[in-house]
């Protein structure tokens, strides 16, 4: 029976012999994911239910990344919870201030996850790892509690989608439009319970950090996972900078079936803006240049890689952002922002005025390092513009890629980076 890379993966996770899309199956995982806020209310059920020890202190993160540095006593005493439950199971994989990272950037920069891993996180942006030719999927907090005792998880296997992505990308074009273009296509519940495999001439060429992207956003609408067959890139990835990972680099069979399959000539793709409040209202750059911004944000698991910076700071070089918009800029990892100093792009963030910290989820969900005001407007390369995803409710979120949001930094409005 031909199966998709999605199929493959979760039968390997199984004793089973054969498996099929709206089948329940108890898969054996590879890694189990929490963070400051998601985390505490798993340790709160494991305790709870009496359990005494963990099924694997290897196979398991913690990652404290939401609302640290801790910006209250309540956000100290989550952080202290995780803290607390890593040293009394010898937890190796905790990571804080100092250390830690947005969660999604930095286990894939840690080696942690790899192609055919089966990966759960209480999260709903773990479909990132996808992006390495694993199954990823976000989990409640009871989920995870059970993950942490038993190493397994219940799971209906996903119908899959495919997306195919021809031609040849337009410049200041990336990861991050063509997953907004693609969810302003089919809406934000288009791929509900379903694995979104992303293929096509374009993906080959890809980059990992526009991969991870991708696979990021799988979920906005409103997919169960999002993934990309492994190749030589991936391999290089996951083989690079002292990581060490072998995994099983599985691709989907010929005649595998899938409940849709859609087509897009990555030509007509200009870079994309998603008006507030659903990522699904996306359009080209264009269409926003009237839109005045209050504040520009560039980081997170979406957008706070590497080459997502180099890209920001290309813009910037040897500009001044405008003085009525606050810019904030995120490194997703240490290692990044190591390396963002190194290369100097720290300098031209700072020459151009804007705001260089220390990693951190804080604005992306509202929660700290940058809040909106009523009737204030942000641009920013999170994943979500909800109704006071970054603060007040009469505030407003423009989604875009890292060019985008710089330009309109510098603007003091929604700018094509060519107008720079």
Known sequence: MPYTITEKILLAHTDKKSIAPGEFIYARIDLALGNDITAPIAIKEFEAIGAKKVFDRNKIALVPDHFTPAKDSKSADQVKILRAFAEKHGIVNYFEVGQMGVEHALLPEKGLVGPGDLVIGADSHTCTYGALGAFSTG?????????????????????????????????????????????????????????????????????????????????????????????????????????????????????AEYRDVREYDAARIEPQVSAPHLPSNSGPVSKFKKVNIDQSVIGSCTNGRISDLRIAAKVMKGRKVSSRVRTIILPATQKIYKQAMEEGLAEIFLNAGAVFSTPSCGPCLGGHLGILASGERAIATTNRNFKGRMGHPNSEVYLSNPAVAAASAIKGRIAHPEEI
């Open 139 to 255: 989990i409640g907090s009871t989920d995870l509690a059970a993950g942490f005792i038993t190493g397994c998880i219940w799971l209906k296997v996903p119908e899959t989608m495919k997306f195919v992505y021809t031609g040849k990308l337009n410049k200041w074009v990336g990861g991050k439009d063509l997953i907004l273009y693609t969810i302003g296509d089919i809406g934000v519940d288009g791929a509900l319970y379903r694995a979104m495999e992303f293929t096509g001439e374009v993906i080959r060429h890809l980059s990992m950090d526009d991969r991870f992207s991708m696979c990021n956003m799988a979920i906005e609408a409103g997919g169960k996972s999002g993934i990309i067959e492994p190749d030589e890139i991936t391999k290089k990835y996951i083989t690079s900078e002292g990581r060490r990972v072998k995994g099983v680099f599985y691709k989907s069979d010929e005649g």
